[in-house]
């Protein structure tokens, strides 16, 4: 289930953030996987929402059969896996199963969607890293500049930059613009 929701995307970029950073291990594995499960929840509310009015309560009221149930949970998730899933990818996956494309994309099966969605996430996710890393390298490239030009090769650039990259994602609310970006990625 890890993998149909907007968990991959957010841990990833989350293990993104920690890396540029430059702490080992700091914010521990457990906190990154809480954030990340919390964010998911966040992220996924609306549709988890739907798949409960929709598919779960009335499979509980008696008003569907347990079939029916897992058919309209398993629509609900796929429209939601879709919103996010790169034509390309699901194109990939279709001619890799050597099934003639629907003229909906709902209607093929979660073995094909499911799949295309991961790829399209982590390429998402790869994507928000990169672009999250470029000015955590900057600025370890100007101090280990500043460094070398002062004589101080013996210095450890990251000595130095460590400090000064947590400050500087305190003093921008880096949590806050991460956590609301992420948010936002999903359609």
Not at 153 to 160: C, G, N, S, T, Y
Request: proline share 6%.
């Amino acid at each position: 289930l890890a993998m149909m929701t907007s968990f991959t995307r957010i841990v990833i970029v989350l293990g993104f953030v920690r890396r540029a950073l430059g702490t080992q291990n700091i914010p521990p594995n457990t906190v990154v996987m809480g954030l990340a499960l919390f964010l998911t929840l966040f992220t996924m509310a609306p549709t988890l929402t739907k798949m409960n009015e929709q598919a779960i309560q009335p499979y509980l009221k008696g008003q569907l059969d347990f079939e029916s149930t897992a058919g309209m949970s398993s629509s609900i998730i796929k429209e939601f896996m879709l919103r996010q899933t790169r034509k390309s990818d699901l194109a990939l996956f279709v001619n890799m199963a050597k099934t003639t494309p629907p003229a909906n994309p709902a209607d093929l099966g979660l073995h094909i969607i499911t799949p295309a969605f991961v790829i399209s996430e982590f390429r998402t996710s790869f994507e928000i890293g990169c672009l999250l890393f470029i000015p955590f390298l900057l600025l370890d490239l100007v101090i280990a500049s500043i460094l070398l030009s002062a004589g101080m090769m013996m210095l450890p650039p990251a000595m130095i930059s460590l400090p000064l990259k947590l400050i500087l994602f305190i003093l921008v609310d880096g949590w806050g613009i991460l956590a609301q970006g992420l948010s936002l990625s999903f359609r």
